[in-house]
């Protein structure tokens, strides 16, 4: 996979989920962006994808791997792209990444990639079978 391509993050895989600008309350001591800020944005957008999946709610259950690649820095167009790795009957393992466009340059960077877990669940939270229809994506 590239590390770097034009504006429009060709190298990715995956359904884009979430396109957003990163803001200056997002930094950190240093004054690049928190990684918790990414990693939540990756969950927000981990959810777009397993709630169509489940065509209900979802939860996210645990992050099996998370890698920041580059840091992301304040007023990147910061995009998230998903696909679904792996189901088993209530939870879906999507494949997760991010990344940047830096204000007034033409190249997209992928910033980060990891693997999250969701599980659909009822009204109640419980567990609850994801659909027949949702299937891994082959890349
Ligand atoms: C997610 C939750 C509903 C699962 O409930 P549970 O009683 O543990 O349910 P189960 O043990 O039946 O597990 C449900 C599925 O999740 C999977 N799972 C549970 N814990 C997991 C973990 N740590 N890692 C990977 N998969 C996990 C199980 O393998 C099972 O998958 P399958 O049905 O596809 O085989 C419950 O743990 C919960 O509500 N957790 C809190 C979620 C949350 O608040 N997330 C936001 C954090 S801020």
């Not at 590390?3 to 359904?15: F, M």
């Not at 696909?83 to 990444?97: A, D, I, K, P």
């Not at 877990?117 to 109640?124: G, L, Q, S």
Request: with cysteine; glycine share 10%.
């Amino acid at each position: 996979m590239n590390a770097e391509t034009p504006q429009g993050a060709a190298g990715s895989q995956g359904r884009l989920v979430i396109r957003t600008i990163a803001m200056p309350c997002d930094t950190n001591a240093r004054g690049d962006i928190f990684g918790g800020w990414l990693m939540s944005q990756l969950d927000l957008g981990g959810a777009v994808l397993a709630q169509q999946l489940a065509n209900g709610r979802v939860t996210t259950v645990a992050v099996e791997k998370l890698d920041f690649i580059a840091p992301v820095k304040v007023g990147d167009t910061v995009t998230c792209f998903a696909r679904l790795l792996s189901r088993g009957r209530t939870s879906m393992r999507l494949g997760l990444e991010a990344w940047a466009t830096r204000h007034g340059e033409i190249t997209t960077k992928q910033v980060a990639r990891g693997i999250y877990i969701y599980v659909a669940i009822d009204a109640e939270g419980r567990p609850a079978p994801v659909p027949e229809s949702a299937r891994a994506e082959e890349i």
